[in-house]
Structures are given as structure tokens and as C-alpha cells.
């Protein structure tokens, strides 16, 4: 008999599975920054709000490119629904902080897809991952960084508005 | 056309020649690509057997349309349990033609 899911398919049918749950994950992600962003802005804290949209932004993008990776192999990607998108928040201390916990899920995620790629032998879906381990280190560093500024410049008063001033400057060089 | 699996209600096959797979329910067969077989399953798998006994779904029917909306199908509870168990089947008789296919 021939192998005609490979003739279709290029990736592992549960490893396409877990890539459309891995979308979900990328345009919830995409969606809670688009909520820190729109706190940010109601708050006067400006250079905040547009560090989050651009975070919003390249979630998306992420998100875009795990979908296209799919439909491109011959699989079928499925539009995410997003729900349960937190919008209250205390402080922007606690918006950096749970931007991180998101980034380290992510991450995880990231990882357990990369291990189930060895353990079915889909070398081409690990190999398009390799892209995601780095870029989510990046990210990672992005939001200790911005918690490291909290601990030096305080939570309150003019030093939040100085921590806001050097949010665009955040990132890692190399990822500018 | 060989019988990849069969369940208590349907049986899914593959033909080789037409590049594509049929599946035979109790009143008719139909031919799917595999694009389509996979929309099936993803279907199939979003059926939510609980709503079928915790009175969310009191009817205890699904309705499913597959190929394009080219057909439309009524399932009952017991039907659906078969129909999860039966794609299971057929996929996992995929990978394993996928295998010993596969050249070492």
C-alpha cells in the first residue's frame, strides 16, 4: 500500500496537532499583550504601551509563521480562538511579570514540541523550531531585563516615569 | 482499494490508484482527499462526548459536513463514540503503513 500521507504531508500528523495548539498559544499571547498595551496607555506610561504593541505585533508574527509552516507542508492550520484575556492589572511591575511567567510558558512549549519532533523522527518540523528556541531566549531576556529596572529605580513616582523613559531601550542589541 | 480499518459503523479505505480514501458509513460511501480526511478528523476530535451526558447536549446528536459541504451527516451518541474510536484507528493504520513503508 502506498504511503499517501507522506505524499501529502510533510510533518508528523500529531506534531501538525500540536503546532495548531501552539498557534492558540502564540495569538493568546499576542492578545494579553494587546491588553498590558492598552493598560499602559491609560496610565501614561507611553513607551510601555508601544513596547507592547510591537510585543503584540511580533506574536503575531510568530503565530503567522508556524500557520504558513503548516499549510505549506500540506497540512491544515486552523484559526485560534482567544478567550480569557486578562485585563486588570495592579501595577506595571506585575504587567512585566507575568509578561515573563508568558514568555518562560511559551518557552516550555516551545521545548516539549522540539522533544516530541525527536521522538517521531520529524527532523524538519525541529529544524523550523530551532528559529523559535532563540527568539524565545531573546524575549525571555527582554522582560528580565525590564524587571531587573524595577528593582534599581522603584515602583512609584518619578522613578517609574524614568523606568517608562528607558523601556524602548530594553532590548538586546542583537535583536534590534 | 484496501480496508485501512473498521469500527462497528464505518470502515475507511485507501486507494492507491485514485490517490485518495473512502469511508463507508451506514448508508452510503464516500471518497475523501486527504486534505479532507484530515478536516474530518479535526472535526470528529472537536466533538464533545461529555455535552452528551451532562445534559448540555440533550438530543445527543452531532452534525457534521464534510468534503467541502458536499455531505451533511446526523450522528447519535453511540455513533460518535465509534466515530473517535474509528479515525483513532484509521490514523494510527496510517502511521503504521507510514513505517513499514518507509525504507531503512
Known amino acids: 500500500m502506498k504511503d499517501l500521507v507522506r505524499q501529502k504531508l510533510s510533518i508528523h500528523v500529531e506534531i501538525m496537532d500540536l503546532l495548531n495548539k501552539q498557534i492558540e498559544k502564540e495569538a493568546h499571547s499576542s492578545s494579553a499583550y494587546l491588553a498590558m498595551a492598552s493598560w499602559c496607555d491609560h496610565n501614561a506610561l507611553a ?4 513596547f507592547f504593541y510591537e510585543q503584540a505585533a511580533e506574536e503575531r508574527e510568530h503565530m503567522m509563521k508556524i500557520f504558513r509552516y503548516i499549510n505549506d507542508n500540506g497540512g491544515t492550520a486552523y484559526s485560534p480562538e482567544v478567550s480569557n484575556v486578562n485585563h486588570d492589572f495592579k501595577s506595571l511591575e506585575e504587567i512585566f511579570e507575568t509578561a515573563l511567567d508568558q514568555e518562560i510558558s511559551i518557552t516550555k512549549s516551545i521545548h516539549n514540541l522540539v522533544g516530541k519532533c525527536r521522538k517521531v523522527n520529524d527532523f524538519t518540523t525541529e529544524y523550523f523550531l530551532q528559529w523559535f528556541i532563540a527568539e524565545q531566549m531573546e524575549e525571555e531576556q527582554t522582560m528580565r531585563r525590564a524587571l531587573e529596572l524595577f528593582d534599581l529605580m522603584g515602583t512609584e513616582g518619578l522613578g517609574l516615569k524614568l523606568l517608562d523613559e528607558r523601556i524602548p531601550n530594553i532590548r538586546n542589541k542583537s535583536q534590534k | 482499494m484496501k480496508v485501512l480499518h473498521q469500527s462497528q459503523f464505518f470502515i475507511s479505505y485507501q486507494c492507491d490508484k485514485q490517490r485518495c480514501f473512502f469511508i463507508e458509513f451506514p448508508h452510503k460511501r464516500i471518497k475523501l482527499s486527504f486534505c479532507q480526511l484530515l ?31 458536499q455531505h451533511f451527516f446526523v450522528f447519535s451518541t453511540l455513533e460518535c463514540i465509534d466515530l473517535k474510536e474509528f479515525i483513532t484507528g484509521s490514523f494510527a493504520m496510517l502511521e503504521l503503513n507510514s513505517l513499514l513503508t518507509t525504507p531503512f
Open chain 1, 47 to 50: 513607551n510601555s504601551a508601544d
Open chain 2, 39 to 69: 478536516a474530518f478528523r479535526q472535526q470528529v476530535k472537536e466533538i464533545d462526548l461529555n455535552a452528551h451526558f451532562n445534559g448540555q447536549n440533550p438530543h445527543g446528536l452531532e452534525m457534521l459536513m464534510l468534503c467541502n459541504r
